[in-house]
């Protein structure tokens, strides 16, 4: 199986011992938009928590967080091949950690990769710029906005990492997130 990652190489490697664990299932009711909602919420509600003696930071907090794990659930949902969709998030210090890990079909994977080659080039505000210049000049699908987002704006650093299943003619797909939530 071949392993391909994106992005910053150091946040490949997640400590889940203290990380609350959670599993969007495939089922009868079938994953949609809803659950992307309904689970950041929860995600960023229990990582805010800790703010709330200041209602100004519990809320930016909250916010951030909910953002972060929205775009990245999302994400996930939209493009996943059939199966379960894992989240993994930690707090740690003055940062917020998230991995989610999904199966994407091979085609799939190479859009998203080479999407990824682009937006992973260069300062992310400067891309963010490019892209929203490019997509209010086309009608396109403004790949990777969210993603620029999350880095030019919210300081997130990201990575990819994508594993070939080639029997299946799949990959799967651990996306990592890390985003400073300093006490201040």
Do not use: C
């Not at 011992?17 to 938009?33: E, F, I, K, N, Y």
């Not at 659930?73 to 091949?81: D, G, L, S």
């Not at 891309?127 to 209010?136: R, V």
């Not at 990492?161 to 997130?177: G, Q, V």
């Amino acid at each position: 199986m071949t392993k391909v990652l994106y992005g910053q190489e150091h946040l490949a490697s997640f400590d889940t011992t203290r990380a609350v664990q959670l599993r969007l299932l495939d089922g009868p009711l079938d994953l949609a938009w809803k659950h992307s909602s309904m689970t950041s919420d929860f995600i960023a509600e229990m990582i805010a928590l800790r703010f709330r003696p200041s209602k100004r930071r519990y809320n930016q907090v909250r916010h951030d967080i909910g953002y972060l794990t929205n775009e990245l659930i999302e994400n996930a949902i939209k493009f996943r091949a059939s199966g379960e969709i894992a989240i993994e998030a930690v707090a740690e210090g003055d940062n917020f950690k998230m991995r989610v890990s999904n199966f994407i079909d091979s085609e799939t994977a190479a859009k998203f990769q080479q999407v990824l080659s682009n937006i992973t080039q260069g300062d992310p505000s400067d891309l963010l710029i490019q892209q929203i210049e490019a997509s209010a000049a086309t009608i396109g699908s403004g790949s990777g906005l969210g993603l620029l987002t999350l880095m030019s704006d919210y300081q997130t650093d990201l990575a990819w990492l994508f594993e070939e299943d080639s029997p299946r003619n799949r990959a799967k797909l651990e996306t990592y997130a890390v985003m400073p939530i300093s006490p201040s």
